[in-house]
């Protein structure tokens, strides 16, 4: 069976055991990238008509948004909030452009960023 780790990390590791080694402490990336992705509870369901309340939509993602901040999540620096697929309406635009379907998200994905992250005004 070969081993995972190289005889350089068993050095390195050792080193640091007797704290020859340091990492960077300039304050950056204390945590890693913490957020809140749609595809692992709500997959691609887009049928709202039959689940209003956990179809893809832009009342779920304000929901979300809303439930980050009540329940503390946004406080302990979750972060992100990402629509990961089926926002998108089956035809483009007339430039060729990416369009949200509109019947799941009337507001438009510019309007909802502004819910989500109100600074975000760009
Ligand atoms: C998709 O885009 C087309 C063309 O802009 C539009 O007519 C249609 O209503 C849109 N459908 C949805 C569900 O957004
Ligand atoms: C966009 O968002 C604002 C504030 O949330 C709301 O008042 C406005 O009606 C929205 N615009 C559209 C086109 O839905």
Redesign the pocket.
């Known amino acids: 069976m070969q081993s995972y780790f190289k005889w350089s990390d068993w050095i390195i590791g050792f080193l640091c055991l007797l704290r020859f080694c340091d990492s960077l402490n300039n304050g950056l990336a204390l945590t890693p990238p913490m957020g809140w992705m749609s595809w692992q509870r709500y997959r691609c369901n887009v049928d709202c008509y039959n689940y209003p309340n956990d179809c893809l939509s832009e009342m779920l993602i304000k929901r979300i948004a809303d439930l980050m901040v009540s329940e503390g999540y946004k406080d302990a620096g979750y972060e992100y909030l990402i629509i990961d697929d089926c926002w998108l309406?089956?035809?483009?635009?007339?430039n060729g452009e990416l369009?949200?379907?509109?019947?799941?998200?009337p507001s438009g994905m510019k309007n909802l960023s502004n819910y989500v992250r109100p600074t975000n005004k760009s």
């Open positions: 309406n089956k035809t483009r635009g007339r369009l949200e379907d509109a019947e799941r998200f």
